[in-house]
């Protein structure tokens, strides 16, 4: 998260307990203070309220801010859990000069004005996020604080009391210290380490339980939403576990945003490919190289794309010429996205081709409904890779 100006000035806190967390918001409540607040970690970490006459609209920042978005978004609001790549299209349809300042509460916004969230929704899943940072800002204890009065968000979904949020998350600070895990962070991800000694402490069924959810690519917050307990009871139930060093907890970096990154400049490279960008939107690292070597080598540009989530406006802003699509991936699939896709002008006449492993009539059909241009099964064969484009391509000039 970015702020438009730099900082007028830092003032360290050290021991950034509740009752000094209290005095602090009081005093920024008095002077009726509107504007952004930052805190920023020893180690460069740094969290984002928003407040507006000393009342708190929004908290975000740190390092699992996309995480703790997400988590919310499958608490509290489950309409939009259920087709995530809308997201693409309701960014899309914010103002790019606002998305700049926390594209998080801006589509909260967008979701109640367009109906798609209640304020009440909202207002939960903006407590709980500010609960959430509160929390990670009081293990840290340690903070400076920056102030800037030109940076307010406009549209006020819900102004909070800091004194109640920060009574709700010293209880959890409470009761996660008498747990005896107040050196252990709910952002940890837990990973087993050592198989074969937890397999002989446990049932089969517990460790194939854990064996599945202990990847290594899940917080203990991700997995209390994911579980539908609470992250206290989580992290006490694989404490035993912890202790005996056969699971053992490890930083993770955040998901990506779902809106692209502002555009950098081109370092031009020799053998560049001059040819029409093609876009590949696959979550399989290994498919994208593949068709990667095939069309680079055939002198096209070439775009990957891994996270389903982003795919609308990471190609919205590259605007291909031709899409490659996956089937079956996390948190969308491509009928959805091709769907989405054509409800745009730009691309209601772009070729779609769908990739699949499975080449049933239904798929080909279903594919054909939604507006793809055609079917591709995998694994790809180069020649027919480079004919598809090229007879589509050529349909698109004679058009």
Same mark, same amino acid.
């Given at each position: ?197 937890? /397999?002989? $402490? ?5 460790? +194939? &339980?854990?064996?599945?959810? =202990?990847? *290594? @690519?899940?917080?203990?917050? #991700? ?116 769907? /989405?896709? $054509? ?5 209601? +006449? &772009?070729?779609?081709?769908? =990739?699949? *492993? @499975?080449?049933?009539?239904? #798929? ?36």
């Amino acid at each position: 998260m970015t702020a438009p100006n730099p900082p007028s000035h830092s003032v360290p806190i050290q021991e950034f307990t509740a009752s000094r967390q209290t005095s602090f918001f009081e005093g920024l409540k008095q002077p009726r203070f509107s504007g952004q607040l930052i805190l920023t970690s020893p180690t460069g970490e740094r969290w984002f309220f928003y407040l507006y006459l000393g009342r708190i609209m929004y908290a975000t920042g740190g390092h699992h801010a996309v995480r703790r978005w997400r988590r919310q978004i499958a608490l509290y609001l489950p309409q939009i859990a259920a087709n995530l790549s809308s997201v693409q299209i309701d960014l899309a349809s914010i103002d790019p000069q606002d998305l700049q300042l926390c594209w998080e509460y801006q589509l909260l916004c967008h979701w109640v004005e367009h109906q798609k969230a209640t304020r009440e929704q909202a207002a939960r899943f903006i407590r709980t996020t500010i609960v959430e940072v509160l929390f990670d800002i009081t293990q840290i204890m340690e903070v400076s604080c920056d102030l800037r009065q030109d940076t307010i968000l406009a549209t006020r979904l819900v102004l909070i009391d800091a004194d109640q949020i920060i009574n709700e998350t010293q209880q959890l600070w409470h009761n996660w210290q008498a747990a005896k895990i107040a050196d252990r962070s709910p952002n940890g991800a837990p990973v087993i380490r050592q198989a074969e000694q937890l /397999q002989e $402490r446990t049932s089969p069924q517990v460790y +194939q &339980t854990l064996k599945q959810l =202990l990847d *290594g @690519n899940q917080t203990l917050r #991700d997995l209390s939403v994911r579980m539908k307990r609470d992250v206290l009871s989580v992290t006490t139930s694989l404490l035993p576990y912890l202790q005996l060093g056969l699971v053992e907890l490890i930083k993770i970096p955040d998901l990506p945003p779902p809106i692209a990154p502002p555009p950098t400049g081109i370092v031009a490279q020799p053998n560049v490919p001059t040819g029409p960008l093609i876009a590949c939107v696959d979550d399989s690292p290994l498919m994208c190289q593949t068709l990667e070597k095939i069309l680079v080598s055939a002198n096209y540009q070439f775009v990957a794309i891994n996270d389903p989530l982003r795919a609308i406006a990471i190609l919205l802003a590259r605007k291909p010429a031709l899409i490659f699509l996956d089937l079956v991936m996390p948190n969308a699939n491509g009928y959805e996205i091709c769907g /989405q896709l $054509r409800k745009l002008s730009l691309f209601r +006449q &772009t070729p779609i081709v769908i =990739l699949t *492993g @499975n080449d049933g009539i239904v #798929d080909r059909v279903r594919a054909k409904m939604v507006g793809s241009t055609d079917f591709l099964s995998k694994p790809v064969n180069p020649d027919t890779v480079l004919t598809t484009i090229r007879k589509y391509l050529k349909e698109q000039e004679l058009a």
